[in-house]
């Protein structure tokens, strides 16, 4: 049976986040979104720092509990990011670490970073975390079974129970031809359990004009 992120209350994310550039970048009163917010690890951070301009918006309501609990100034909502009615020309600043892998299929990854580019203000900026693609040989197996399976390769159970796509440099960056790229790293990203390290992307993009 597969797990979701209702089954991990007590869940730690684990991908970076570099506030000091942020802080940097995006003045205290920008309308910041966070999408796949989980507990509020980073709108906690934000609201530390002094953002009182702040929505999470999550699929799970297990998690968004822990985050109301950290969370005085952000309005959280409860919603699936595929389904969400995001409103235009609105956000100055989108952040989704972690939480785009989570989306299986290139269609609706495709709709979701089209609608948070028309969420975004004509200069507004994006900051992602992604999971990408790993060459270790059960790695490969699993991509390889996923595109037998569901004809997309790279859909992978994690050791969790839960369901990500692992999508390759390539892909990331033809997803995000609509924008900028400020920032781009190459990291190593804790995995799910904490028990080993694997390839991730950082992004920091900006509207294209
Ligand atoms: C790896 S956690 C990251 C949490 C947070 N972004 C952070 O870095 O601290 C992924 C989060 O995305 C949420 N999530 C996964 N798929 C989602 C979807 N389709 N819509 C909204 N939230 C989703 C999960 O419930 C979970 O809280």
Same mark, same amino acid.
């Given at each position: 049976m597969l797990n979701t992120w !209702? !089954? &991990?209350?007590e869940f730690k994310a684990t991908t970076p986040f570099d506030i000091l550039y942020f802080k940097q970048l995006i003045p205290k009163s920008f309308k910041i979104l966070e999408l %796949?917010? %989980? &507990?509020g690890r980073i709108l906690s951070l934000l609201e530390n720092e002094g953002y009182f301009n702040l929505t999470g918006i999550d699929s799970s309501i297990v998690q968004l509990n822990r985050a109301k609990k950290i969370l005085s100034k952000t309005e959280l909502i409860n919603c699936d990011i595929r389904l969400l009615d995001y409103p235009q020309n609105e956000y100055n600043v989108i952040i989704a670490l972690g939480? +785009? !892998?989570?989306? +299986?299929f290139m269609e609706d990854i495709k709709n979701v970073i089209h609608n948070i580019r028309l969420s975004l203000k004509s200069d507004g900026y994006l900051f992602v975390n992604m999971y990408s693609k790993n060459s270790d040989t059960l790695s490969l197996e699993k991509y390889n079974l996923s595109e037998e399976i569901y004809g997309e390769n790279g859909i992978i159970l994690g050791n969790s129970g839960i369901m990500f796509h692992h999508y390759n440099d390539e892909d990331i960056f033809s997803l995000f031809s609509d924008f900028v790229i400020l920032r781009s790293e190459h990291k190593k990203f804790w995995s799910f359990n904490q028990k080993k390290q694997v390839n991730g992307l950082s992004l920091v993009l900006r509207v294209k004009k």
């Open positions: !209702d !089954d &991990y209350p %796949g917010c %989980g &507990y939480v +785009l !892998d989570c989306i +299986l």
